[in-house]
């Protein structure tokens, strides 16, 4: 008899949610929730060291603690694996501009989109970013995210963004969910260098990510370098310069693209073998198949063509990359200005209803591939044993409720490192 913390028994499904082959589940793949019914887990000092039926679980374990979840739906925490979830003050009244017929370009062009949070950010202490910050990580974890990307990017100066990067590692240590850091000092031109586009490139290239990468330590053996690829950012040539010397100095890539015009970006991720290709919604259906071909994963945020009032064509393709035997993620998103979204079960939604994604597959994409998109996926994303014991349990009777419901959280419980945390 094995002594174990905690064992989860009698639930109505339990979704392993398991990898294919040690990495994402791609193409007609995506979906296998590996799903038992009176499913049961068994955790140990922050481990899963066993799942299966209720009956043989109970023959093999003893516990010191159980949760019977009886009518329930156990599956992994969600990785949210693009967010912006560090920042100060709020947009709301360009949510009032853009509801009025405004564009998220002209709203920028403006001087309002990102420079107005850099604006917010840069005034705001550590102390008044992470207050700010701390109670959404609080929302998202209780919607059952249990590890989140968080990106830096309202800085844009040096001093601004080791900020954020302090930030981020203070909320990693004060609280249950667990941040993968990225550095996104490439998330706009600045308004000192809107004149300037190449000398703010070479103020990333050859002062700050230098500067970042000693910085990281705290969160080896991964941080990543993003960059907005789009017309009124970064063009082509700049994305592949800040992202050559990125990995030059050992970051892993992760790169915006497509989000309103195709640049190529999605071809220079793998060309550069970034890690995903994020956005991916304009992307020409040959650079989809390039995609689909690769390691890359594309990582869908249906959340923000859904705050931005977009028509059903402005989502991502995830049909046709699934054809091409692609890797798809999902992901909120959250940000100020388009997508204060801190609800995986609500990308879960839109993703069924306009990327057109099964239950299943919906589920799959916010788990196990997410985790694998911020390089994550031997630790996290699915009910494997050896993983970190991540779990979340819903008061639903069937995990299709989550794409079925919407505008309500079905969180019962949340296990972080298998400790009972919301």
């Given amino acids: 008899m094995t002594q174990v913390d905690l064992l989860i028994t009698h639930a109505a499904q339990l979704c392993a949610v398991p990898a294919d082959a040690g990495g994402p589940q791609r193409g007609s793949r995506l979906g296998d929730l590996g799903l038992i019914v009176d499913g049961a887990l068994a955790l140990q000092e922050g481990r ?38 560090v920042w100060a003050g709020d947009r709301a009244g360009e949510f009032e501009m853009r509801v009025a017929g405004k564009t998220y370009m002209e709203i920028m062009a403006a001087g309002g989109g990102i420079m107005s949070t850099v604006r917010a950010t840069r005034a705001a202490s550590l102390d008044e970013l992470v207050a700010q910050t701390r109670p959404r990580l609080a929302r998202m974890l209780a919607h059952g995210t249990t590890t989140a990307e968080a990106k830096t990017g309202y800085g844009l100066e040096t001093a601004a963004e080791i900020k954020m990067l302090d930030a981020i590692r203070r909320l990693q240590a004060e609280q249950p969910l667990e941040l993968v850091p990225t550095f996104l000092g490439a998330h706009a031109i600045p308004t000192e260098y809107k004149d300037r586009p190449d000398a703010y490139v070479d103020l990333l290239v050859n002062e700050m990510l230098p500067a970042f990468r000693p910085l990281t330590s705290d969160f080896r053996p991964l941080i990543f370098c993003d960059v907005f690829c789009e017309d009124g ?7 592949r310069r800040i992202l050559v010397r990125a990995k030059e100095l050992g970051f892993a890539l992760k790169i915006h693209v ?19 290709v994020d956005h991916f919604v304009t992307t020409p259906p040959d650079e989809v198949e390039a995609v689909a071909k690769s390691g890359v994963i594309a990582v869908s945020l249906p959340g923000t063509p859904f705050g931005l009032g977009a028509s059903r064509e402005d989502y991502s393709p995830a049909k046709l990359l699934l054809e091409h035997g692609g890797a798809l993620a999902l992901a909120t998103d959250c940000n100020p200005g388009t997508c204060w979204c801190e609800s995986m079960q609500f990308v879960i939604a839109l993703a069924c209803r306009y990327l057109r994604l099964t239950p299943a597959q919906a589920l ?12 994550r996926g031997d630790k996290v994303g ?9 779990v979340v349990i819903l008061d639903a009777p069937d995990y299709r409720h989550l794409g079925y419901r919407f505008g309500t959280n079905l969180v019962y419980n949340v296990i972080k490192c298998g400790q009972v945390v919301a």
Wanted: charged share 20%; glycine share 10%.
């Fill in 233 to 239: 950012a970064f063009t082509l040539e700049q994305t």
């Fill in 48 to 85: 899963i060291v066993a799942v299966g039926p209720t009956a043989d679980l109970r023959a093999h374990c003893s516990a010191t603690r159980e949760i019977d979840a009886t009518g329930q739906v156990v599956i992994p925490g969600f990785v949210d694996p693009h967010t912006h979830v």
């Fill in 258 to 276: 497509d989000e309103f015009k195709p640049l190529g970006g999605s071809r220079l991720g793998v060309e550069l073998g970034a890690t995903s």
């Fill in 364 to 375: 799959a994409a916010a788990t196990i591939n997410a985790a694998f998109a911020v390089g």
């Fill in 382 to 390: 699915s009910l494997e044993v050896g993983k970190q014991a991540d």
